[in-house]
């Protein structure tokens, strides 16, 4: 993979999506994939129903390593919904019910031999709202190496890692027995980051982790998770363009059709290099979306 200033390139290069990619270049260098990504995680033909209700369809999609892809679209559109299923986490909801394939490391992560608390410990997931356990930040950090059986020779030294790994080791290294309820809402995301790098995940999962962040908090994750991408592979949910420029190297863009019963059903329209989708989409919904005109 290469790291380089994107180019002046596409039929649309005065669109709003190539000045907003500019705008951002100017700061940061996104990184420009050169080669298809490797499938860390596919989807194929995947689909979820709540009920009879069709959430979202036929989604096809190959996440790369060490990776940030971005999954972006309009309210409703199903891109929670497709993030839970990328480490189960819809087994969890009641009524739902996933259709298609999706494989880890070529392996069908819903076959029913697949240790699920262990493929969570690889893939591990960061909310929209930081969520710490009522414990203190050690505990926090030490929760998911306990309960995953892990044995390290020592435990002082994971949370260490993994609180340096989250950026937040200078900031709590004094008060690791105080209770995480008193960190400010970024420390307590970057303390969720921490709790989720402590078992040593492959893939990080995040669904909106900035949307209840102040800019200063979102400004430091967005770093943060530059760095996290050195080795692990990052799927992120965001409403905010400017933040899928800035941080990932993929966008797949989703959007909600209405069928003939008026149900809005989630669909994937385009996934592609994010430099591609923000300055040369190939679909007009995915032009009108990144350029404001719905969603
Ligand atoms: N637990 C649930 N039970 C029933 N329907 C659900 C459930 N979760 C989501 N849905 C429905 O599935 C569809 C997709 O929702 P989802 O939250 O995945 O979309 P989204 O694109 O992430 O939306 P947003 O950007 O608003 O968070 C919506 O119609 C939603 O109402």
């Not at 494989?103 to 929209?128: C, K, N, P, T």
């Not at 008060?175 to 995480?180: D, F, G, T, V």
């Not at 409403?239 to 059903?265: K, L, P």
Request: glycine share 8%; with cysteine.
């Amino acid at each position: 993979m290469t790291r380089t200033r994107v180019e002046q390139t596409g039929v649309n290069p005065d669109g709003q999506g190539r000045r907003l990619l500019d705008e951002i270049s100017q700061h940061k260098a996104p990184e420009i994939p050169d080669s298809e990504p490797d499938g860390v995680i596919t989807t194929r033909g995947l689909g979820v129903s709540y009920g009879d209700f069709l959430a979202v369809g036929e989604v096809d999609l190959d996440f790369g390593s060490k990776e940030i892809t971005a999954l972006i679209g309009p309210s409703g559109c199903g891109k929670s919904t497709v993030l839970r299923c990328l480490n189960r986490m819809n087994d969890l909801i009641p009524g739902a019910k996933v259709h298609g394939r999706v494989s880890y490391h070529g392996v069908d992560m819903y076959d029913s031999a697949v240790d699920v608390i262990e493929l969570r410990r690889r893939i591990g997931m960061v909310f929209q709202k930081p969520n710490p356990f009522p414990k203190s930040i050690y505990d926090n950090v030490a929760y998911g190496p306990r309960v995953t059986g892990m044995k390290p020779a020592s435990m002082d030294e994971v949370v260490e890692r993994a609180l340096r790994g989250a950026a937040l080791w200078d900031e709590v290294k004094d008060k690791l027995k105080q209770n995480a309820a008193g960190l400010s809402g970024g420390q307590q995301q970057r303390l969720c980051i921490a709790r989720a790098i402590a078992t040593q995940p492959e893939v990080i999962l995040m669904d909106e982790p900035c949307s209840a962040l102040d800019p200063i908090a979102t400004a430091k994750i967005e770093d943060l998770m530059d760095e996290l991408a050195q080795t692990y592979t990052i799927i992120i949910v965001t409403h905010n363009m400017q933040q899928a420029a800035r941080v990932s190297q993929r966008t797949a863009f989703f959007t909600a059709e209405v069928d003939d019963r008026g149900n809005r059903i989630g669909q994937l329209v385009e996934f592609n290099t994010t430099e591609r989708i923000f300055s040369n989409p190939d679909d007009p919904r995915t032009e009108a979306y990144i350029t404001g005109r719905f969603g």
